[in-house]
């Protein structure tokens, strides 16, 4: 398969906000981004692939104070933790950066201020929850509430039951940290504009949601229909961006403007290191894609929010092309929940599991369209039948073969290789039309069918009667091998790592590659071990 023309490929993760540890949903809802961004960089375009830490916001604060720390300090400790869980699973992060950093807030309020020139930010008084007795106005995170559509207590960001508080019911709470109830009272704040971009939002997704999943078509149409409402741009926090217009000093800005915005920063911060430019990723220029990457929870972020800002720039920004949005990982068929206390974080996986084997496990089973459910039983029982049985065991017993020294000099079988390059192709579509389920599937067909052929050609009993055709086997064995490497390494990039250094395969390609004849074979060491 070929691919002629060389583009440029954007592609952004969600942002982790930094008040609790990565569980095995996170990743369930990222790793897609690192799939698309691997397998773009083997087809040989230019890549950036950006994300990083949400530092900011009232749930840090609370968490701060619950733990008697700063803030910063807060968002430090998980920005460190974040950084060390996505580089051992092996995300490829051109920048994985954090929106603590100071080039970021330097460069989100250059973007305010250009949205507030433009128009499309604006100064409105209106009531909002105020806590007398802590003398503060209150965020809806600070809030307890009756859910007027369950009846259960809920904080007043979201309730459990999917309910999301409005400004009404938020002003018949009580302030979760003196238990008062509060009063409306009248305040000061800067807003967006969202209803005078609604028929701009409104085209863009006509043309686009092609590209996307039924989950992000149906949740944005659902919010266009109801009509888009103003929505703050500014809070009453300690804790934040500054507000660089004058009169909202006592302001930090909103942490989903500052944090959508941070992808436009990264790529600014990470082009100026490498000195490239970074308005062909984010400019329309005909030649760049981008890429969001978010679990269903984000989606309006991404396919309204992100979309209102970038035309509020109104400086021939390009909007998003693709939005891979991730249903929930469920945990033993119950959603993952901080008050339950039922997720696995990412960490409890990698310091038990191998990183290649939960990508596998995530990509091949995760809720890729649809809620999935994750038991230890399960992945255990996939990754050794898939992993360990079926490919590990055709690697093994193909470079591990008895007395075999080196690769032999052998020719290449024809029905294999056109099914080599059958593979390639099926593959690249399956990603390219965000089936990564689909292509882990269109793989292990391929493993399958080498092992099929390995048994049929027996090569045990070939060494002993025809030689020759013991070669043609364990040389197009190799092949197949070299090969699944190429086609794995966007999802399981360590063990494929492994089989070219043991090939002298200098990197990963898109393309059907050869073993070189006679090259001598050492070192070979099981690729995976069986999980017990």
Known sequence: MEFKEKKNILIGGAWPYANNSLHIGHIAGLISGDVVARFYRQIGYNVLYVSGTDCHGTPITLRAKKENKSPKEIAEEYHKEFTKCFEDMQFSYDLYTKTEDEFHKEKVQELFKKMYDNGYIYEKKDMQPYCEHCEKFVADRELLLQCPSCGNETKGDMCDCGYEPKAEDLLNAKCIECGNKVIAKENNNLYLALGKLQEKIEKYVEQNKKNWRISSQNETEKYLREGLPEKAVTRNLEWGVDIPIKGFEDKKMYVWIEAVLGYITACQKICNERNLDWTKFWKENNNNYIYMVHGKDNITFHTIILPALLLALDDNYKLPDYMIATQYLNINSEKISKSKGNGITIRDMLDNYDSDMIRYYLIGNGPERKDSNFSIEEFI????????????????????????????????????????????????????????????????????????????????????????????????????????SNLYEPFMPKSSEKVRKLLDIPQALWKYIKVEKDKRLKGIEPLFERIK
């Open 381 to 484: 029982a996939t990754c050794n039948a898939e992993i360990v049985n079926k490919y590990g065991n055709l690697i093994n017993r193909t470079l591990k073969y008895k007395g075999l020294e080196k690769i032999p000099n052998g020719e290449m079988n024809k029905e294999i290789k056109d099914k080599i390059e059958n593979t390639y192709t099926e593959v690249a579509q399956a990603i390219e039309n965000m089936e990564f389920r689909k292509a882990i599937e269109i793989i292990r067909n391929l493993v399958e069918e080498g092992n099929k052929f390995y048994e049929e050609k027996q090569p045990w009993k070939q060494q002993k009667e025809d030689i020759q055709e013991f070669n043609n086997t364990i040389y197009t064995c190799s092949n197949l091998v070299a090969n699944l």
